[in-house]
């Protein structure tokens, strides 16, 4: 058969017979299992002069206007002659003596093959073999993805074994998206249903009763990550396929005689604004059929006793009816839970409500996994907290396969520029500036929702250039002049914060007066800072670091503490001061330090600082008395090690190790860091000129005065102190120092 009705694109401004081409066999074996033609290098660079950026058989061409094929390069052949394996010469009626055929570049139109229908048998007719489908089916989608098939093609391949094989192609079907659907020829890909037919006669061993085709029409062919504005999310959707639908691929029959059951529910959860509800919505775009039903988990509890249950069996009716009516061949029905968390919580745990939510569970469980459970949905639930659900949801046979939306990664952040930028990039209004890797690489931690934010306050600020806001009602808007630029971008960055990112802010109020390298001792404990962080960053053994820095009240602790954080230049840094805590009972207290470290797990790069311990755990010397609850929480999260590939540096500050000694605290700490007082008269010298109060000379005229041992914050108070007296600085400074008895702590 040939294909009909079809154009060769011809080579631009070649001549006639630069088209016509001496047919010969190929030179090896392997070549002939190809089902591609092969022409010199010479002749390949001619006529696809990009085609090594190309994937493999997508460099087309046609023979005598009838016959597509892929082309390749080779070295061992002439540059007028083409390389055709026995198998394709029969096809084509070509022949090697005295013979020439015309060869032409072909561009294919989107013609994609939903089915296609093999009948196979031995190469030698009428020898013996044994193959299995599955993997004849397997091999076949890979090494001819994405070549040119049509009715009467008959193709050489060698199946696992070493098992040659004479592959006719029967019939296609083409996809109801492509340009013709009723053409005689398509393009192979992935999902493409392969139905196996043994040849009349054959002695081939193997299974082609029709039964071991996938159902690849349960997918879209032309579903774009991209083009769903999902971005970053690879790896989840190959699990998730994996997982949830590799199974339903596959006929009932294989699936029954192999007693495996169909996964019934998954769980999508992560940090807030990463795309679950996204994802969610667009694997209903993804499948042929019925759309999914989206539902979010408080629009299902009802005021009226028993609605909120019936609720829930509503959701499932659909489904139950239909593997009533049609049993294994029931389609999928696909149920989306948003908000699962708020319907789903753990039973017995709710205090002074009826106990519907626990009824709503028992509900979602029965119609999941109960006595007749149904074995034609797939429900899908999102949560931001999945320590919530409760666990009879999340065990085997229910929700049971748990994906991690987490945030995303540099590649995953350039993807989601890219999809958010698209139409600006389509309309011209993205400036040549701008530059989506490098905001990728800036934006650490930020989720979509929050990337998305940054490019909406981009463009905010290239609309704020067209409004003249003393002439609002007659402005004149000029579209050409719309163009987002990079310092757009820049400044959206610093105003759109990531939830899970540094906070800056809190920096300024711990170091305000900034860090002072008075000397030696300060330069020990600075290298030591850079020591352990670089064995948070590149050490495989511990992944875990908690540091204690000691010292005198005022001796700076804080402040070094927020240095090493912000020099750690982790993308993830939380600050749990006793200031930020005031009011909060003891219960509230523990809930947000463990917040802060479970929000830490959940990227790979974190830090914490917890400061002034003594007065977090609310220690009082008369007594004693401290909160058991908040210190027990302590004990436990300093020692949890992160999950998966996370590190943790903790940075913790105290005046009073002793007391930690007395809890047991101490042990949680294998690095104490002690911050050194000011001792020295060379370091008071530095400080003073460090800090510009005095001149060189007079800083050391004052030094001279200086003959015990001060803290930094001390020091600091001083020398403000004697900057608001009149006259001599360094008198007053020498007053200071002797009259208020400031020396001592």
Same mark, same amino acid.
């Given at each position: ?71 390749? @390069? ?41 089915? =296609? ?50 592959? /006719? ?12 659907? /009723?053409?005689? &020829? ?19 061993? =193997? ?12 997918? /879209? ?14 790896? *989840?959707?190959?699990?998730? &396929? ?115 939510? $626990? ?116 402005? *004149? ?8 630029? $990079? ?46 962080? *670089? ?17 005198? @009240? ?16 982790? @993308? ?36 914490? =600082? ?15 008395? &401290? ?14 090690? @992160? ?34 007082? =000011?001792? /020295?008269?060379? *370091? &008071? ?61």
């Amino acid at each position: 058969m040939s294909y009909s009705n079809i154009r060769g694109g011809g080579m631009a401004g070649a001549e006639v017979n630069d088209t016509v081409f001496i047919p010969q066999g190929m030179t090896n074996e392997e070549q002939s299992y190809t089902n591609r033609c092969f022409i010199s290098e010479q002749k390949f660079k001619e006529m696809f002069p990009n085609g090594s950026q190309r994937r493999i058989n997508t460099n087309y061409v046609i023979v005598n206007n009838k016959f597509i094929l892929s082309a390749a @390069p080779t070295g061992n052949v002439p540059v007028r002659n083409i390389m055709l394996s026995r198998v394709q010469r029969d096809w084509m009626q070509v022949g090697t003596v005295n013979a020439t055929c015309n060869v032409e570049i072909y561009e294919p139109e989107l013609l994609m093959l939903t089915s =296609i229908t093999l009948v196979v048998d031995c190469f030698k007719a009428g020898s013996d073999g044994k193959a299995d489908a599955q993997s004849v089916i397997g091999q076949f989608l890979s090494d001819y993805d994405n070549q040119i098939l049509t009715p009467g093609q008959v193709i050489a391949m060698v199946a696992f074994g070493n098992q040659p094989l004479r592959l /006719k192609v029967e019939k296609i079907q083409l996809s109801p998206d492509s340009s013709n659907p /009723k053409g005689t &020829f398509g393009m192979l890909s992935g999902i493409t249903q392969i139905l196996l037919v043994k040849a009349e006669g054959s002695r081939l061993d =193997i299974e082609t009763n029709g039964d071991l085709s996938l159902k690849s029409n349960m997918f /879209k062919i032309d579903w774009d990550f991209e083009n769903m504005g999902i971005g970053g999310l690879d790896a *989840e959707f190959r699990d998730i &396929f994996r997982r949830a639908f590799a199974s339903r691929l596959f006929p009932p029959s294989l699936i029954t005689k192999l007693g495996v059951n169909h996964v019934r529910g998954m769980l999508l959860y992560g940090p807030p604004g990463t795309g679950k509800t996204l994802i969610a919505r667009q694997i209903g775009k993804m499948l042929n059929g019925r759309e999914p039903k989206l539902v979010s988990g408080p629009s299902i509890l009802d005021k009226y006793v028993g609605g909120s249950e019936n609720n829930v069996r509503m959701l499932f009716r659909e489904a139950e009816i239909e593997q009533k009516q049609k049993g294994e061949n029931s389609g999928l029905h696909i149920i989306i839970l948003d908000e699962l968390d708020a319907i789903c919580k753990t039973r017995g745990t709710r205090q002074g409500d009826s106990g519907v939510g $626990d009824s709503v569970v028992n509900q979602l469980l029965a119609m999941i996994d109960g006595v007749e459970s149904l074995n034609n949905i797939l429900v899908i639930g999102m949560t931001n907290r999945k320590e919530m659900i409760d666990d009879a949801l999340l065990r085997p046979g229910r929700l049971e396969v748990h994906v991690e939306i987490s945030l995303p990664n540099e590649e995953g952040r350039e993807q989601i520029f890219t999809i958010h930028t698209a139409k600006m990039k389509k309309n011209n209004a993205l400036d040549s500036s701008v530059n989506l890797a490098a905001y990728a690489k800036e934006t650490k931690n930020y989720s979509g929702a929050e990337i998305e934010g940054v490019v909406k306050a981009a463009a905010s600020y290239t609309f704020s250039r067209q409004i003249d806001t003393k002439n609002l009602t007659n402005m *004149e808007i000029k579209p050409d002049d719309i163009k987002v630029t $990079d310092q757009d971008f820049r400044r959206a960055i610093s105003e759109v914060k990531p939830g899970f990112g540094a906070v800056e802010d809190q920096y300024e109020n711990y170091a305000h007066n900034g860090i002072v390298n008075y000397g030696s001792e300060f330069e020990k404990v600075a290298n030591s800072g850079k020591l352990f962080i *670089e064995q948070v960053k590149t050490s495989l053994r511990t992944p875990l670091v908690s540091v204690l820095l000691t010292g005198e @009240p005022g001796s700076g602790k804080s402040s070094l503490a927020t240095y090493f954080a912000k020099q750690s230049e982790f @993308p993830f840094v939380r600050i749990i001061s006793p200031q930020d805590m005031l009011g909060m009972t003891e219960t509230a207290k523990a809930q947000r330090i463990t917040k802060a470290f479970e929000d830490s797990y959940k990227t790979p790069l974190s830090c914490i =600082i917890i400061d002034d311990i003594e007065r977090l755990i609310e220690y009082v010397p008369i007594g004693p008395r &401290f909160s058991n609850l908040i210190l027990q929480t302590l004990h436990v999260l300093y020692k949890k090690t @992160p999950p998966k590939k996370g590190r943790l540096l903790i940075l913790s500050t105290t005046s009073n190790p002793s007391v930690l000694r007395d809890m047991d605290l101490m042990d949680c700490f294998p690095i104490q860091v002690e911050t050194p007082s =000011i001792t /020295k008269k060379s *370091e &008071f010298k530095a400080i003073l000129q460090e800090l510009g109060a005095f001149s060189s000379k007079e800083a050391e005229l004052a030094s001279q005065y200086f003959n015990d041992r001060v803290t930094i914050k001390q020091l600091i108070m001083i020398i403000e102190m004697a900057r608001q007296e009149k006259g001599d600085p360094v008198e007053n400074l020498k007053y200071m120092l002797t009259e208020f008895q400031l020396k001592h702590i």
